[in-house]
């Protein structure tokens, strides 16, 4: 072969060209960026609108469907999901896959910008954002201080947020909590119907009066001055000084119907840290930023800004998310290093000589650097997937090593030199080593182009391990051979080493095994329908396994970390719901594994009754517990506080604001329907064994006052609905009417009524508006008020209302959950117009299995062109493929024995699993076909093969699953991720490997006799 020759002929050009991928992979390695996830851009976009004082019908109505009507039009759009709350709105548009997310932003805004007009004028401007699957919160630190609130949210604002906002690739930071300045104008209703005056008058005359107005320029020489009126507010004082009315030719101050007072806006959201208040932040990063970079600028910032805050003030961290993505690294990176070793010791075990283990061992390093540099390339990250990627296929990488270095041994044992026994060698066995190759390569090209989100996720996984084991193919045909000829001495059959005494043991103990391989062997070739029909029988009933192993779409690591989702009665005030979570935060403490608490009340669409509380456990290593254990506990602790509803979710791999992996979408047109249909089925939900914290999005609504406007008496009046509302708004909820400037600052200036004339339906009803006349008339004359209640929440998908039913899955598998409960539906009647969804890991894993099985398929397809390719045969590569069904025995019973689930990682294992085991079956059937060349009959080239090529399979073998044995452990932060793949891998390899010796050269005979009766009969070559 052109390769082994060159190296041997030149061993300083290959010398420098591996010191060359050393150094750039090493400086390569500096460059990669440290992240949790791969880097992926999925086309989704939100659209969030604030409308504030408006009840969830009123957005739903006025926000969110016009929006949605508009933004159906645009083409690639896949689902639009919307939430409409109080005062909120939020759109959701998933676009196919094939959109990019810049396209759809451009498409978005300039939808919105068509309808704009359509909303309502008081509404915020919409906020459009791209949904980045990584913009998550990287970090979260709070201020904590003896200063009051108010004080401490100023110095949040002026100091702390500018100084993280510019730290590089930070790209928001949201403050909660502490108290923000606001100027409120109380006005006394009595007075305005004593001065016959309206709220509109007031907040108009603040509008006019708070102005600087240019007046152009004047020239009286020598000089020009510019003209300028002065009118805005200095002082607080000087806001009750404007006139707004003239009464009986006395002029009217707004002190003379309003109280001013300095003091802050209504408390709507609350953040404690470790049950002190606090204000806090939470640290976004940029789409494309990595973790790790920007949480250590963010700490390096706050290191700074510390030495400038006053005494008594310091900055905790809450949650940093580089914590545990530098330990789950260190974890992968150990695995790695562990497999690494262990591969090397088996070659050490199985060869006895230092020299030819070094020689092998050489492929890990140096395949691995020469995958950052691709990985520098085509600007991956060292994550979660190329570790994975990485550590599973250390054994892999060695083995295009191990079956050179083992052949080229082998032949300087019978005799030959070293220098020709390395080009006759690797020759030898090239076209089984390639084969080997790339048959693993044509499993994972599939994966890679899997157009769901998995693929996404999984094509930087697919190509570490592509870019690693081709170095390895190219270490194999270059490094090894060299050094061999260079490096391996031929040993003195007179002369006993050290190392030959001490392996004496296994050596003997291996010619047995040999030995008695051959005899097994030879028995086998003789009871052919026997060992096929075996074969058959183990086959199926390892498939019958599927049955009792449990499904799933993904499995939860441990990360440490949990949040719970706390809600009290709906109309709690906020600050009853912050009693209720302090409660709370006094049983999490109670646990010794609980390193910090950090809850936030308030934020969810501003709901006062509802709260989150994220709970961080100290390091795996140092506690006895597991996170789902504390869970439990914590669960159970809940259930017993009165007036509360808590719901326990683990922050998993992939951070969501509600990782709950049962979600259910009942849709249809009426609110009351879909809230009576959702109560029913959430009662099903409870009684299935293993679900928890179960819930639905729809229920009783939120106590309303409504105000019915009687049009015909408004209307003779000359009074619209529209003023009605707006004045009620401007009074109840207040109206921002200008801003106290003072230095760089701008203090809201809001008019509202006085709290104590707002308290009951009378004060409501007893509200003046002003007709066209200048006449104020009572509300209560021209409405009629009646208490009710509302929905608190309204959820749409595609333009249909839906109830979402979520909850938990505990000791016991989502799939069986979710059979359970399809079941339960079936019988469950539903009215005409009414329909029901999965949605969530239920809907994920359907899909996940559906992509899985078809890149299984092609992969399978891609092994049988390139093993046709290489020995140049239609029937001989499905005597190879037959040890992957062989592998599919061990892979099931792995599963079964260990309490694994069927989940993607297991599925990708098992993708994994079909392009390693086709290696035993070619190494044997390459052999076989060499030594017919020969001239060597088959029945004997089987019986000789087989002996020869024991060895390296066994080495191989061992090597792969002594490399994933670290994995399979699943010992470590973030190990139980990986841990189904490295199981899968083991079990498959263990079966195929113990099966294959036996049933592939029996099924060679019986393919070879299928193809001479072709031959004889129809003249097909192969």
């Known amino acids: 072969m052109f390769l082994p020759n060159l190296s041997i002929r030149r061993p300083v050009f290959i010398v ?88 759809a932003d451009s498409d978005v805004r300039a939808k919105l910008a068509q309808i704009r007009s359509e909303l309502p004028e008081d509404v915020d401007e919409p906020i459009i954002a791209r949904f980045d699957v990584s913009a998550t919160p990287v970090m979260i630190f709070s201020l ?25 690739q930070v790209a928001q930071v949201d403050l909660v909590g502490g108290l923000e300045r606001e100027i409120k104008v109380e006005v006394d209703r009595k007075k305005l119907q004593a001065y016959n005056l309206s709220v509109e008058q007031l907040i108009g005359a603040l509008a006019r009066e708070n102005l600087n107005v240019p007046g152009g320029r004047v020239e009286i020489e020598p000089q020009e001055f510019v003209l300028r009126s002065t009118g805005e507010f200095q002082e607080v004082s000087d806001i009750g000084k404007i006139p707004v009315a003239n009464y009986q030719g006395t002029p009217v101050y707004l002190k003379d119907v309003a109280k001013i007072k300095d003091t802050f806006k209504e408390l709507r959201e609350i953040a404690q840290l470790n049950g002190r208040p606090s204000v806090s932040f939470i640290v976004y990063k940029q789409s494309g930023g990595n973790t790790v970079k920007v949480c250590d600028r963010v700490k390096k910032t706050i290191e700074g800004l510390k030495k400038e805050l006053p005494s008594g003030t310091s900055i905790e961290i809450a949650s940093d998310q580089s914590k545990f993505i530098r330990r789950s690294v260190d974890e992968t990176m150990r695995t790695l290093y562990l497999g690494a070793i262990f591969a090397t010791l088996v070659i050490f075990i199985f060869l006895g000589n230092f020299r030819s283990t070094i020689i092998a061992a050489l492929a890990i390093p140096t395949s691995i650097l020469a995958t950052f540099i691709m990985m520098n390339l085509f600007g991956y990250t060292i994550n979660m997937m190329t570790l994975m990627g990485l550590s599973l296929c250390v054994g892999i990488l060695i083995d295009d090593a191990i079956v050179v270095r083992e052949n080229i041994f082998r032949h300087v044992e019978e005799g030959m030199e070293p220098e020709e026994a390395s080009r006759f060698g690797t020759s030898e066995v090239g076209l089984a080593v390639m084969a080997c190759t790339f048959t693993i390569i044509a499993v994972f090209v599939p994966v890679a182009y899997m157009s769901d989100i998995v693929g996404k996720f999984f094509r930087a996984f697919a190509f570490t391990v592509v870019f690693a084991i081709l170095y390895s193919l190219w270490d194999s045909f270059t490094m090894a051979p060299m050094l061999s000829a260079k490096v391996l001495v031929k040993e003195r059959k007179d002369k006993e080493s050290l190392l030959k005494r001490l392996f004496a043991p296994f050596n003997r103990g291996y010619s047995k095994l040999n030995q008695t391989y051959g005899g097994v062997l030879a028995w086998s070739l003789t009871h052919k329908f026997l060992i096929i029909s075996a074969s058959i029988i183990i086959f199926l009933l390892s498939l019958s396994l599927t049955f009792f192993i449990g499904k799933e779409f993904m499995t939860q690591g441990d990360r440490g970390e949990f949040r719970v989702i706390l809600e009290t009665p709906v109309g709690t005030s906020i600050q ?23 809850t936030t009340i308030g934020l969810e ?55 709950f992996p049962l979600q259910l979408y009942v849709k249809g047109p009426e609110i009351s329907v879909l809230e009576e249909v959702s109560e029913k089925i959430l009662a099903m939900v409870e009684e299935i064994p293993g679900t928890a914290d179960a819930d639905r999005s729809i229920r009783g609504g939120k106590p309303e006052m409504r ?29 921002v009417a ?30 003046d508006i002003l007709t066209p006349s200048g006449v104020t008339v009572p509300l209560r004359s021209i409405t009629d008020l009646y208490e009710g209640s509302g929905p608190t929440q309204i959820s749409r998908q595609n333009r249909e209302r839906v109830a979402i039913i979520t909850a938990n899955v505990v000791d016991r598998p989502l799939g069986d959950v979710a059979d359970d409960l399809n079941k339960k539906l079936a019988d469950f009647p539903l009215p005409p117009g009414y329909k029901i ?66 989940n993607m990682m297991a599925m ?25 060349k020969r001239g060597v009959k088959r029945e004997e080239a089987l019986l000789q093969a087989g002996p020869v090529r024991l060895r390296p399979i066994l080495m191989t073998s061992v090597a792969m699953i002594m490399g994933m044995l670290p994995a399979a452990l699943g010992i470590g932060e973030g190990a139980e991720w990986r841990q189904a793949m490295g199981i899968v891998v083991i079990g498959g390899l263990i079966t195929s490997t113990l099966l294959t010796l036996l049933v592939v050269p029996v099924t060679y005979v019986v393919v070879d006799n299928f193809g001479e009766f072709l031959k004889r009969h129809i003249k097909i070559g192969g």
């Open 144 to 168: 904590a201080s003896n200063l009051p609130l108010d004080e401490l949210r100023t110095l949040a604002e002026d100091k702390v947020k500018n100084r993280i906002q510019q730290t590089e």
């Open 707 to 735: 105000v019915v406007v009687d049009r015909e008496k408004a209307s003779r009046l000359g009074i619209s609905t529209a003023q009605i509302a707006s004045t009620l708004r401007s009074l109840v909820d207040g109206n």
């Open 738 to 767: 200008t801003k106290l400037r003072q230095g760089e600052k701008e203090i809201d200036i809001r008019v509202i009524l006085s709290p104590e004339q707002k308290n009951n339906f009378q004060d409501i009803s007893s509200i």
């Open 837 to 902: 969804e999965f949605r969530g890991d239920v809907e994920m894993m359907g899909d996940m299995f559906k992509n899985m099985i078809l890149a299984l398929v092609i992969g399978v397809i891609f092994i049988y062109i390139v093993l046709g390719s290489q020995f140049n045969s239609f029937l001989h590569p499905f005597t190879i493929m037959l040890a992957l069904p062989l592998a599919v025995v061990g892979a099931l019973l792995a599963i079964f024995l260990t309490g694994q689930r069927i």
């Open 908 to 932: 990708v294992g098992l993708i994994l699993l079909m392009g390693l085991v086709t290696k035993n079956s070619i190494l044997l059937i390459d052999y076989t076909i060499t030594l017919r």
């Open 16 to 103: 420098m060209q591996v010191l060359a991928v050393l150094v750039l992979g090493v400086v390569s390695y500096t460059r990669i960026g440290i992240d949790l996830m791969p880097n992926v851009e999925f086309p989704y976009i939100s659209v969030t609108t604030i409308y504030p004082g408006a009840g969830a019908q009123e957005i739903e109505n006025q926000v969110t469907k016009p929006i949605e009507e508009a933004m159906s039009a645009i083409n690639g759009l896949k689902n639009i999901y919307s939430t409409s709350a109080e005062g909120f709105s939020q759109i959701f548009l998933e676009f196919v896959l094939e959109v990019k997310v810049r396209d």
């Open 605 to 659: 669409a501003g709901a006062s009754n509802k709260g989150n509380i994220r709970v961080e456990l100290v390091p795996l290593k140092e506690r006895r517990k597991k996170t789902d254990e504390v869970e439990k506990e914590v669960r159970k602790r809940l259930a017993e506080v009165p007036g509360l509803k808590a719901r326990v979710s683990m922050i998993g791999m992939m951070e969501g604001e509600e990782d």
């Open 576 to 598: 009853a719901t912050e009693k209720v979570a302090t409660e709370v935060e006094k049983i999490l403490f109670a646990y010794p594994e609980v390193q910090s608490i950090f």
